[in-house]
C-alpha cells in the first residue's frame, strides 16, 4: 500500500474499455475509483456519443475461436476471470459467425450504466491536460489530448512517445517455405546466436521484384480516416509510397540487397525481403520495413507473391495510423507504472496493444497489479503462459523498434511438442493457457475480484 493513502484511492483517466475495465476491477477488488472522461465537455474526432467504451463496429471484438485464434483465448481468459467488458459482450451480443459482435449501443449503455451505479465509482466530466498525481492509471487512447500526450512527453521523454504509428506485418514461422529463404547477415556479421544472424532472406530475381513493385503500387489502399492528418515520416514510409516514387526505390530501400550472397546460386540476389524475429523463441517474424496502408485483402494477395512465402500466415496486417502510444519497454515497470513517476500506470493502447480487447486486457492486468499493492498483497500477475500474461510479454518486448501489436499466439511461450501440427499446437496452447489462468486465479491475491 503507498503510504501517502492509507486509504486505496484511484484516479483512472480515461472511459473507453481500458479505463471501464481498470476501473471495474479496481472497484470491485475495494478500491475507491475516481473515473474521469472528458464526455460531454469535449470529443476526440473518432467519438460520436457520451456513452463510456465506444466501439467503431459491431464485430470490433473479432473471432471467438478460443483454440485456433489467439483474441479468442484472450476473451475467454477475461470472461473467466471476470471482465466488465467480457460480460457486457455477452449480453449484448448479435449473430455474427464466428466473431464476438455485439449491439454497440447497448454494449456502451451497459457498461456505462454498470459503472455509474457501482458505490465505490464516482463518475467526473473534465478535459485532463496534464498528468495527476498518483495513484492514477492513464487511458487514455491512441488519440490522446495534445496537452495531455505532452505532459507525459515530458515525463518520459519525447523520444519515448510515439504519435504516428508505422506497423510492418508479422508472419509464422512455421509457414515459411525454407527451401526458398535463406537464413544470413548482411556482409556475414554475427553469429548464428545473434540478433544479426537470425534475419531470413526472401530473394528476388528481377522479373520477381519488377513485378512486385507493380502489384504494391496497384493494391487497394485504407483511405485515411477523416481525423487523421497524414503525414509521413521520411523514416518509415508505407511501402506503396516508397513504390510510387520510382520502381527502384524499394530496391535501394527496405528490399536492398546489399551485404547478402544467396548461398543456394553463390550471386547477391536482385532485392530481398528480410524477416526479423520477433519473439525470443523465433515463432513469428516481422517484415522488416513493411509497413503499409494496403487494405488486409490486398496485403494478403501481395505478400504471398514473395518467394517463400506463398503460403504465409499472417499474424498481424501493416498498418500506418495515428497512434499514440509509449516505448512501453523502456518506459514502464513490470507493474506498467512509470519509471519516471511513481504512482502512474498506464493501460490500454497508450501502452502500445492494439485492438478493443488487448486494451481491455491492459486494463484487467493494470488494475489487479494495481489492487494487489494497494492493498498491501504482493503483486502476482498472470502467469507468462497465458495470454493475459501474454501482455505483460508484448511490454516488455526489448528490441530496436518496439511497436503496437494485436495479440497473437508469439505473445505465449510455444508449446513444448514443436512436432504437433499447427491446429493441435494453439490448441494445447490455449488448454496449457486456460488450466495455468484458472490455477491462478484460484490462488493468487485479488486475482479474481469479490
Not at 17 to 25: D, K, R, S
Not at 128 to 135: D, F, K, L, N, T
Request: proline share 6%; charged share 25%.
Amino acid at each position: 500500500m503507498l503510504e501517502h493513502d492509507p486509504m486505496p484511492s484511484v484516479t483512472v483517466v480515461g472511459a473507453g474499455l481500458a479505463g471501464c475495465e481498470a476501473a471495474w476491477q479496481l472497484a470491485e477488488r475495494g478500491v475507491d475509483v475516481r473515473l474521469v472522461e472528458q464526455k460531454p465537455l469535449a470529443r476526440t474526432p473518432a467519438q460520436t456519443s457520451d456513452a463510456f467504451c465506444e466501439l467503431v463496429c459491431s464485430n470490433s471484438l473479432r473471432g471467438a475461436d478460443v483454440y485456433f485464434n489467439a483474441v479468442g483465448l484472450l476473451k475467454e481468459e477475461l470472461r473467466r476471470a471476470g471482465s466488465l467488458v467480457l460480460q457486457s459482450a455477452d449480453a449484448t451480443r448479435v449473430p455474427a459467425g464466428g466473431a464476438l459482435a455485439v449491439d454497440r449501443e447497448a454494449f456502451s449503455a451497459r457498461i456505462t450504466e454498470r459503472l455509474r451505479a457501482h458505490p465505490r465509482v464516482t463518475i467526473e466530466a473534465r478535459v485532463v491536460e496534464a498528468v495527476p498525481e498518483g495513484p492514477v492509471v492513464l487511458a487514455t487512447g491512441p488519440l490522446t489530448g495534445d496537452a495531455l500526450a505532452a505532459d507525459l512527453a515530458r515525463i518520459v521523454g519525447r523520444e519515448a512517445l510515439a504519435y504516428y504509428d508505422a506497423i510492418a506485418p508479422i508472419v509464422a514461422a512455421e509457414s515459411i517455405d525454407r527451401g526458398r529463404v535463406f537464413k544470413q547477415s548482411r556482409y556475414g556479421k554475427g553469429t548464428e546466436d545473434g540478433d544479426d544472424a537470425a534475419y531470413v532472406n526472401c530473394p528476388f530475381d528481377e522479373a520477381q521484384y519488377r513485378a512486385f513493385v507493380a502489384a504494391v503500387v496497384g493494391a487497394d489502399k485504407v483511405e485515411p480516416r477523416a481525423f487523421e492528418d497524414v503525414r509521413y515520416f521520411e523514416g518509415c514510409l508505407p511501402i506503396e509510397v516508397m513504390a510510387s516514387r520510382g520502381e527502384m526505390t524499394l530496391a535501394f530501400g527496405p528490399m536492398k540487397p546489399v551485404g547478402l550472397i544467396d548461398p543456394r546460386t553463390g550471386e547477391r540476389p536482385f532485392a530481398v525481403v528480410q524477416l526479423r524475429p520477433e519473439d525470443g523463441a523465433a515463432s513469428a517474424y516481422n517484415l522488416v520495413g513493411f509497413q503499409t496502408r494496403m487494405t488486409w485483402p490486398e496485403q494478403a494477395r501481395v505478400f504471398r507473391t514473395i518467394p517463400g512465402l506463398e503460403q504465409v500466415e499472417i499474424y498481424r496486417y501493416g498498418s500506418v495510423h495515428r497512434n499514440t502510444f509509449v516505448d512501453a519497454p523502456r518506459v514502464l515497470d513490470g507493474r506498467m507504472q512509470l519509471r519516471a513517476r511513481e504512482g502512474v500506470f498506464l493501460a490500454g493502447q497508450l501502452t502500445g496493444v492494439e485492438g478493443y480487447v488487448e486494451s481491455c486486457a491492459a486494463g484487467f492486468v493494470c488494475a489487479v497489479m494495481l489492487a494487489q499493492s494497494l492493498l498491501g498483497h504482493d503483486v502476482s500477475p498472470p502467469p507468462p503462459s497465458t495470454a493475459l500474461g501474454g501482455v505483460l510479454t508484448h511490454l516488455s518486448h526489448e528490441g530496436r523498434d518496439y511497436q503496437p501489436s494485436n495479440v497473437t499466439w508469439a505473445w505465449l511461450p510455444p508449446h513444448e511438442n514443436r512436432r504437433l501440427r499447427k491446429r493441435e499446437r494453439y490448441e494445447a496452447m490455449a488448454k496449457r493457457a486456460l488450466a495455468e489462468l484458472d490455477a491462478w486465479l484460484a490462488a493468487a491475491p485479488l486475482a479474481r475480484a469479490g
